[in-house]
């Protein structure tokens, strides 16, 4: 059974790090594209970043430069660094697989959500 855990959401002022883990059962990460979304109240979801089965990692703009995706193999885990985190980052942070590999069909399995809250 596919299972995706998130962890690691919270409240932090802005400026602050946090670091979301999705715990991942039933397919290795490194089959799968693996991605982080958010949606904030009233808003549409938001592709984060992306990272594809070869290990090639991809970016929203808004985040370039502060954020970092990883995965570690041996956890079957996928994180989320997030840095220089700022008010608008405040959303539900979601974690999501594609099973072709290279992102380019629509995410397929998702995880419940952390919360991240980022005060001014």
């Known amino acids: 059974q596919v299972r995706l855990v998130e962890s690691g959401g919270g409240s932090v002022q802005a400026g602050g790090s946090l670091r979301l883990s999705c715990a991942v059962s039933?397919?290795?990460?490194?089959?799968?594209?693996m991605g982080w979304f958010r949606q904030a109240p009233g808003k549409g979801r938001e592709g984060v970043a992306r990272?594809?089965?070869?290990?090639?990692?991809i970016y929203a703009d808004s985040v370039k430069g502060r954020f970092t995706i990883s995965r570690d193999n041996a956890k079957n885990t996928l994180y989320l660094q997030m840095n220089s985190l700022k008010p608008e980052d405040t959303a539900m942070y979601y974690c999501?697989?594609?099973?072709?590999?290279?992102?380019?069909?629509?995410?397929?399995?998702w995880g419940q959500g952390t919360q991240v809250t980022v005060s001014s």
């Open positions: 039933g397919y290795t990460v490194t089959s799968y594209c």
């Open positions: 990272m594809q089965k070869d290990g090639i990692a």
């Open positions: 999501a697989a594609e099973s072709s590999g290279y992102c380019y069909r629509p995410f397929g399995d």
